[in-house]
């Protein structure tokens, strides 16, 4: 019996042993240096117009990571995103103007939290109706309310503005520290730290239960009812924190463009959005970050280039598409194993190969766009036109003669280093599966 009730309190001792879980370095580095960039960006970049573009892509990031909540995470497809972050800046702008017509007091730092909760109730409206079904059907409803919400803004002009929007003017209330959010380097710092803090909170989401579920109720839903959940509420809570922090993301917007305007809340939008959650990859919580930054850079500083840019969006969307189905964040992550077996150094010549070879394909691509459109569109202007600083007459034959031959000489290459890719490809796999040096 002695010897029992030993063994019983070695059991309780055992019971109450303290585990130890070592430290994630790996994921402290990486946030870290997210922080560090968002940090020193701007003392690089210290252009007006690269100040702006940066802002939109912090607002643009904090957007597309909420979205993916809905579609990597949880596998709801949406096409009225936009009406969550839409409403949410409307309310906050609103909100900044009582403000400063001295009704309420608010810093205006805080005004993300206002378009938060207000995306946040929007979200628990439309959400009770949404989430009652799933898959197609619930696409084609989010479509319908984006649409609606799209009509009401011309429909009740004291609100949304009418087709001049809602204004506003951002620097009210007394300065804080000499912050006055007049600069639009302030304006960039505050958009960041909202956007970091919330990328954190996104991805601190996907560790809880209610994450965990919501990939479960992504993968196989039938199961997820087998076993006692309700996948209804689980597709209704994730709702509801996706338009909070897509409200967050139209309070920011409102702050930054000191407007907002029915096109905050149009099909256009939600658009875009899906465009940057896949084009980066909604299976990696970090490729909604680089869709945004892309879909900036071509939404801003491309269309600033040329005016066939949605040209362009296109064709880069379908190549991904029909290549890279899985995001950019897919190719990077297929080169960690890689680069954890030092295997990568095999790769990058091949991969540069492959690089030139799409450069001059791009070339081609681009030369056809541009003098096509120089013909077609802007012909009435004259046929003379400016290509990476070089001149040329798009009525003469030399400039389609180069482009035919810079798109035989792309795909060739392409094809030659395809090829090539693939067959090291497999060599480094067999030998990492073999096990071999």
């Not at 607002?59 to 936009?82: D, P, R, V």
């Not at 609606?148 to 503005?161: E, H, I, Q």
């Not at 993968?219 to 897509?246: C, K, M």
Request: glycine letters at 12%.
């Amino acid at each position: 019996m002695e010897t029992t009730m030993q063994q019983r309190r070695e059991a309780v001792v055992t019971g109450r042993t303290m585990r130890y879980r070592p430290l994630n370095l790996a994921r402290w580095i990486i946030w870290g240096l997210t922080a560090f960039l968002m940090l020193v960006m701007p003392l690089f970049f210290s252009g007006g117009f690269a100040i702006t573009l940066m802002s939109q892509m912090g607002i643009m990031i904090i957007f597309a990571l909420s979205y993916n909540m809905l579609l990597g995470q949880t596998g709801m497809l949406s096409f009225g995103h936009a009406v969550y972050a839409g409403l949410g800046a409307f309310i906050a702008i609103h909100v900044l103007n009582m403000v400063g017509a001295g009704k309420v007091w608010l810093p205006v730092s805080l005004l993300p939290v206002v378009g938060g909760l207000a995306g946040a109730f929007f979200g628990v409206l439309f959400g009770y109706v949404t989430t009652k079904k799933s898959g197609t059907t619930f696409a084609m409803i989010t479509m319908g309310i984006g649409e609606m919400v799209f009509a009401s803004s011309l429909m009740f002009p004291d609100f949304f503005g009418g087709e001049g929007g809602i204004s506003t003017n951002r620097m009210v209330g007394d300065p804080v520290f000499g912050i006055t959010y007049g600069p639009g380097r302030q304006v960039y710092y505050l958009i960041a730290v909202w956007c970091l803090l919330s990328m954190v909170a996104m991805y601190a989401w996907t560790q809880t239960p209610l994450g965990r579920i919501a990939n479960a109720v992504r993968d196989n839903p039938e199961r997820v009812e087998f076993i006692g959940y309700n996948t209804q509420r689980v597709r209704y809570l994730v709702l509801i924190l996706s338009a909070f922090f897509a409200g967050i993301s139209g309070a920011l917007s409102a702050i930054n463009f000191e407007i907002v305007s029915a096109e905050n809340v149009s099909a256009v939008r939600s658009g875009g959005v899906l465009l940057a959650a896949f084009i980066g990859g909604a299976g990696v919580f970090f490729g909604p970050v680089i869709g945004a930054v892309v879909f900036i850079l071509f939404a801003v500083a491309l269309s600033d280039l040329t005016k066939a840019w949605l040209l362009y969006l296109g064709l880069f969307f379908v190549l991904m598409v029909m290549f890279v189905p899985g995001g950019i964040a897919s190719l990077l992550m297929m080169q960690v194993p890689l680069l954890a077996r030092g295997k990568l150094r095999r790769m990058l010549p091949d991969y540069g190969r492959a690089a030139a070879a799409g450069l001059v394909l791009l070339a081609a691509v681009i030369l056809t766009v541009e003098l096509i459109y120089k013909v077609q569109v802007d012909s009435a202007n004259g046929t003379t036109m400016s290509l990476f600083r070089i001149g040329f007459d798009a009525g003469t034959v030399t400039p389609w003669l180069v482009a035919a031959a810079l798109w035989v000489a792309g795909l060739l290459a392409c094809r030659a280093a395809r090829t090539r890719v693939r067959a090291t490809w497999d060599k480094v796999q067999a030998e990492m599966t073999g096990g071999t040096a």
